[in-house]
């Protein structure tokens, strides 16, 4: 096998560069021929063959090289089988980088499958490599494949979801009526370990959920511990039914934006009563909002007294303000996770905040008090663990930023694949050796 200066510069395993010539207009032609010794074997019977047919030149895409367009020139011969037992009588040369009929090569494929898989728009690896969208995909497919392994088992599992699109309308056949249609994707993320996004189902409904925790398998199930999720009736329900076992932590994040947004709904009804419309710039109420969704450490001394003041001024039913101080109650119940605080003292804050909602007697405040209710064993389950579904929140963005990127999907299986691809990078560099 040669092994000339120019060969191994050009470095496509199975061919040997016999020279390289510069076209007119800029660029350069590089003519090979076969450098395989294997390639002059019959591919049904594996007989050598020494009888040579014809010669044929064909010219796969290739990787670029430098600034100018390069192009390859295949000089390949047409050998005869003269085994008679073989059906097959005439064979061209391939390689294993150009195998037969293929008009790429393989290391163009890799390439390309690599790039899309790095984060690039499959519409942008097509300019970059000059081939077309169907096999810049294909290559993706065969790259992401490869690498994709089923879900092992975990022991901390995350449950949320993404919007897959956005919303559309649809009108009712019967009543004539408009109705917002949404799709959601309900997302699997391994919180305790590395392997990222789990994978994906259709919908957000708790047979949707049963049904994807069902297929993995019932040694998969049983390895479950914890599981973090939103405070979502559906997904507490399909995880109480198909992993009896697992404890269920309330993520804190989505507690607090609950009262965060029991806040805003008692600024809004308040401005509406007193105004007869939304709040606007002037209005001193309106000018703390932001304020209101912030914790009370976050708020320097100033701004804290000028929001106090603001809302004592303003706001003769001091609701607004018994709504942020609920929600303070409400953090402050939550700031036990971090702390280490003993079962009488966590039980001394949710009284406090229990009573307050109480005493303040408003609509919103009830509501909150009584989700927190409803979903305390799993918010007390925070508490005893700190356990969060933040990284699950980490690859809804990473869900997102992929759609982005190729402009949306239309196709659902290429969707989850490039998403669980996006997602699981962490893995794939934890096995780098």
Same mark, same amino acid.
């Given at each position: 096998?040669?092994?000339?200066?120019?060969?191994?510069?050009?470095?496509?395993?199975?061919?040997?560069?016999?020279?390289?010539?510069?076209?007119?207009?800029?660029?350069?032609?590089?003519?090979?021929?076969?450098?395989?010794?294997?390639?002059?074997?019959?591919?049904?019977?594996?007989?050598?063959?020494?009888?040579?047919?014809?010669?044929?030149?064909?010219?796969?895409?290739?990787?670029?090289?430098?600034?100018?367009?390069?192009?390859?020139?295949?000089?390949?011969? @047409?050998?005869?089988?003269?085994?008679?037992?073989?059906?097959?009588?005439?064979?061209?040369?391939?390689?294993?980088?150009?195998?037969?009929?293929?008009?790429?090569?393989?290391?163009?494929?890799?390439?390309?499958?690599?790039?899309?898989?790095?984060?690039?728009?499959?519409?942008?690896?097509?300019?970059?490599?000059?081939?077309?969208?169907?096999?810049?995909?294909?290559?993706?497919?065969?790259?992401?494949?490869?690498?994709?392994?089923?879900?092992?088992?975990?022991?901390?599992?995350?449950?949320?979801?993404?919007?897959?699109?956005?919303?559309?309308?649809?009108?009712?056949?019967?009543?004539?009526?408009?109705?917002?249609?949404?799709?959601?994707?309900?997302?699997?993320?391994?919180?305790?370990?590395?392997?990222?996004?789990?994978?994906?189902?259709?919908?957000?409904?708790?047979?949707?959920?049963?049904?994807?925790?069902?297929?993995?398998?019932?040694?998969?199930?049983?390895?479950?511990?914890?599981?973090?999720?939103?405070?979502?009736?559906?997904?507490?329900?399909?995880?109480?039914?198909?992993?009896?076992?697992?404890?269920?932590?309330?993520?804190?994040?989505?507690?607090?934006?609950?009262?965060?947004?029991?806040?805003?709904?008692?600024?809004?009804?308040?401005?509406?009563?007193?105004?007869?419309?939304?709040?606007?710039?002037?209005?001193?109420?309106?000018?703390?909002?932001?304020?209101?969704?912030?914790?009370?450490?976050?708020?320097?001394?100033?701004?804290?007294?000028?929001?106090?003041?603001?809302?004592?001024?303003?706001?003769?039913?001091?609701?607004?303000?018994?709504?942020?101080?609920?929600?303070?109650?409400?953090?402050?119940?939550?700031?036990?996770?971090?702390?280490?605080?003993?079962?009488?003292?966590?039980?001394?804050?949710?009284?406090?905040?229990?009573?307050?909602?109480?005493?303040?007697?408003?609509?919103?405040?009830?509501?909150?008090?009584?989700?927190?209710?409803?979903?305390?064993?799993?918010?007390?389950?925070?508490?005893?663990?700190?356990?969060?579904?933040?990284?699950?929140?980490?690859?809804?963005?990473?869900?997102?930023?992929?759609?982005?990127?190729?402009?949306?999907?239309?196709?659902?299986?290429? @969707?989850?694949?490039?998403?669980?691809?996006?997602?699981?990078?962490?893995?794939?560099?934890?096995?780098?050796?």
């Amino acid at each position: 096998m040669s092994h000339n200066g120019t060969t191994i510069l050009f470095g496509l395993r199975g061919v040997r560069v016999r020279e390289v010539e510069r076209v007119a207009g800029g660029g350069r032609v590089v003519q090979v021929v076969t450098d395989d010794p294997d390639a002059s074997a019959c591919p049904a019977c594996g007989v050598f063959s020494s009888s040579v047919r014809q010669r044929r030149t064909t010219g796969p895409r290739d990787l670029p090289y430098g600034e100018e367009p390069l192009a390859v020139r295949w000089h390949k011969v @047409q050998y005869a089988c003269r085994e008679e037992p073989c059906p097959r009588k005439a064979f061209t040369e391939q390689i294993d980088e150009v195998p037969a009929g293929a008009r790429v090569t393989g290391r163009l494929r890799r390439a390309a499958g690599k790039a899309v898989g790095g984060g690039q728009a499959v519409s942008g690896a097509v300019a970059d490599f000059g081939i077309s969208w169907p096999v810049v995909h294909q290559a993706f497919v065969a790259h992401a494949d490869a690498l994709l392994a089923e879900p092992a088992p975990v022991r901390v599992l995350g449950i949320d979801e993404t919007r897959r699109g956005r919303p559309s309308w649809a009108q009712d056949g019967e009543t004539g009526k408009w109705r917002r249609s949404e799709r959601f994707e309900t997302n699997f993320v391994d919180l305790a370990g590395d392997q990222g996004l789990l994978g994906q189902t259709a919908g957000r409904t708790k047979l949707a959920v049963t049904t994807w925790l069902d297929e993995c398998g019932q040694d998969w199930k049983d390895s479950v511990a914890v599981v973090a999720m939103d405070p979502c009736a559906a997904y507490r329900r399909a995880v109480q039914l198909a992993l009896p076992q697992a404890i269920i932590v309330a993520d804190h994040f989505h507690v607090v934006r609950l009262a965060n947004q029991a806040v805003t709904e008692v600024r809004q009804r308040i401005t509406r009563t007193r105004t007869g419309r939304r709040g606007v710039r002037t209005d001193p109420v309106w000018a703390n909002r932001r304020r209101l969704l912030r914790g009370r450490e976050s708020l320097s001394g100033k701004t804290f007294t000028a929001m106090w003041n603001g809302l004592i001024d303003n706001d003769p039913t001091d609701q607004v303000l018994a709504a942020w101080i609920a929600k303070e109650e409400l953090r402050t119940l939550l700031a036990t996770a971090k702390t280490g605080a003993i079962r009488s003292d966590i039980s001394h804050r949710l009284t406090r905040f229990y009573t307050w909602c109480a005493d303040a007697d408003i609509d919103e405040l009830t509501r909150l008090a009584g989700t927190i209710d409803a979903w305390w064993p799993e918010i007390e389950a925070f508490l005893q663990t700190g356990i969060t579904n933040a990284a699950t929140e980490g690859t809804n963005h990473l869900i997102k930023d992929a759609a982005r990127v190729a402009f949306g999907f239309r196709n659902l299986d290429n @969707q989850r694949r490039r998403v669980r691809y996006a997602c699981t990078r962490r893995q794939r560099l934890a096995t780098v050796t």
